[in-house]
């Protein structure tokens, strides 16, 4: 039986591939137009244009024609191989880098003809065929893998790599590392992690608390090769979840970086998605297919630093690389990409917020080893230093000696410099110095219904918006308001697709939840009642879970 490789039916005056690697043919002069057909492609995709731009000669193979979009982790092997697999079979292939993110849209924009897309599609993660509804993805045949292993440095790894492996995808769960993760929107990397470590936390609500908890101060970066370098950064070990194919690449380029591999791990799989209906172009396809899964086209896998679909590492070997990949952690369903990116996209959101603190008499009473007011002013400290810099804070007090209430810091970045420092700087001096007065009560609902109009005026769309209110007990008997009149007038202002919600907590026994209730319900909030440490911090790693579901048991 012939190899798909052997050079018969080829025209006389044929050549190998390209120099450029853009577009490969099987005849002569293809140089010049194949660099034409690539500059056009990316300058399609660049702008929208209308469609694919596949460029095609008037070839002897012509009739035998396939366009093939392969993602740059793989397209360098398909190119070798369509190369030869066009002298031997007189076919025309041409084969077109494509960023997977980037064609995953425009397949699922809706808007391209059939006789604009690439007949074959192969991406580096079957994750991308959320939202692309075309004949041929679901039945799509892995031609590769490369499992999603952990990142160090050398001297990381060293110190802690055993016990890391040892603990996998688990390890996260407490402080002993500090993650980073590449941007799961672009990345298949990034969102194979997030599906990990979202499979390991578990389900329910717990798992979803330990899910937001890992994930709680985790920036995530575009580019693999500048998140490498910040390895390097002192402090808790980082450590960043890679596709085994990137580390061993980065490491023949000179960077400090070490594969530690935990024992499941899940796996970018290069699904070859057969995506014409015309069936000449099927057989060529098919053909194609089989020269990627020959020895020759396996040889030329694993000198990209790719595995078998089975996980087989071949030479690589030889190289370093394990010869089995670790136990396969499957991720890959249908709807799991886009229903982590929905919750992704929850947990990234920023927070644009003014807290109102109450220091009534009510607020003397004991709590615990202080008084409630001091445990209100150190929960909102401790709070305060877990928000990120971007984070949009403001704090407002009640009552105030004549006024219902006192303005203390304006609302705006956590970072931005003032005359005495950095709104956060200024916010934690206000915090501490904020003292409960005898005979001082009421202000609270004035308070929430101004606070509440200038976060609805300034509405920061991306964030949430949210007015937070730490109480002791102060009642609404001195306020101006009634607390009909004023749940009346927060469910005039409350606009569902500009929201602004009312957390209230409730510090200490004893504290009537009834109104707070009333007016958190008005916004679509929340009220809580906190009587002891443990609840508040059971509530802060509640936060960031509570915005992906806001029906979590957490302690009301």
Not at 15 to 43: C, F, I, N, Y
Not at 274 to 288: E, F, K, P, W, Y
Not at 290 to 307: P, V
Request: hydrophobic share 40%; charged share 20%; aromatic share 6%.
């Amino acid at each position: 039986m012939d190899s798909v490789f052997t050079d018969r039916d080829v025209p006389a005056d044929s050549e190998g591939p390209d120099s450029t690697g853009a577009v490969l043919s099987s005849v002569s002069g293809r140089e010049r137009t194949s660099m034409a057909a690539a500059v056009a492609l990316v300058v399609g995709l660049a702008l929208g244009a209308g469609g694919w731009l596949v460029y095609r000669n008037q070839t002897a193979c012509q009739n035998r024609s396939l366009t093939v979009t392969a993602d740059p982790a793989i397209a360098p092997v398909i190119i070798e191989v369509a190369a030869r697999y066009n002298k031997a079979r007189c076919a025309d292939v041409n084969v077109v880098t494509g960023d997977s993110a980037q064609t995953a849209g425009l397949l699922a924009s809706g808007g391209r003809a059939a006789d604009t897309r690439p007949d074959v599609w192969i991406a580096d993660s079957s994750l991308w065929f959320d939202g692309v509804r075309l004949p041929g993805v679901r039945s799509a045949t892995s031609v590769a893998s490369s499992p999603v292993v952990f990142a160090m440095t050398p001297d990381g790894a060293r110190r802690e790599g055993a016990r890391l492996a040892q603990r996998g995808w688990s390890a996260f769960e407490n402080d002993a590392y500090s993650l980073r993760l590449l941007d799961p929107v672009p990345s298949a990397t990034g969102m194979t992690s997030l599906l990990a470590l979202a499979a390991t936390a578990g389900g329910g609500s717990g798992g979803l608390e330990t899910f937001s908890r890992v994930l709680q101060g985790v920036k995530p970066s575009s580019n693999a090769t500048d998140a490498i370098a910040g390895l390097a950064d002192q402090g808790r070990p980082p450590v960043l979840p890679l596709s085994e194919q990137t580390i061993w690449q980065q490491r023949q380029e000179g960077r400090q970086v070490t594969a530690v591999y935990p024992a499941t791990a899940p796996a970018l799989d290069f699904p070859y998605a057969v995506l014409t209906a015309d069936r000449g172009r099927r057989r060529i396809a098919a053909g194609l297919l089989g020269a990627l899964g020959s020895a020759e086209g396996t040889a030329r896998l694993h000198t990209a630093w790719l595995r078998t679909p089975a996980g087989d590492a071949g030479g690589l070997v030889s190289s370093g690389l394990p010869a089995a990949a670790p136990h396969a952690l499957p991720v890959v369903r249908p709807g799991a990409a886009l229903a982590m990116r929905g919750t992704w996209q929850k947990m990234q959101q920023g927070l644009r917020a003014i807290a109102l603190i109450d220091v009534s008499g009510a607020t003397l009473a004991r709590m615990g080893a202080g008084t409630r007011a001091q445990v209100m002013t150190g929960a909102l400290g401790n709070g305060l230093s877990l928000l990120e810099d971007d984070t949009e804070f403001g704090l407002w007090s009640f009552p105030a000696r004549v006024r219902p209430y006192r303005r203390l810091v304006e609302v705006g970045p956590l970072r931005e410099l003032g005359p005495t420092g950095t709104r956060r700087a200024r916010l934690l001096q206000r915090i501490g110095r904020l003292r409960a007065k005898k005979e001082r009560d009421g202000g609270m609902y004035d308070a929430i219904l101004d606070a509440y109009r200038e976060l609805s005026q300034s509405y920061r769309a991306g964030m949430l918006n949210e007015v937070l209110v730490l109480t002791g007990g102060a009642s609404g008997d001195r306020d101006g308001l009634t607390l009909d009149r004023l749940v009346a007038e927060l469910k005039k202002d409350f606009d569902p697709e500009r929201q602004v919600n009312i957390t209230l907590m409730a510090f200490g026994d004893g504290v009537d939840m009834r109104p707070l209730r009333k007016i958190a319900d008005a916004t679509a909030g929340a009220a809580y009642s906190i009587r002891n440490d443990q609840q508040l911090m059971t509530l802060f790693r509640c936060a960031v879970a509570l915005r992906v579901d806001e029906d979590l048991p957490c302690p009301h």
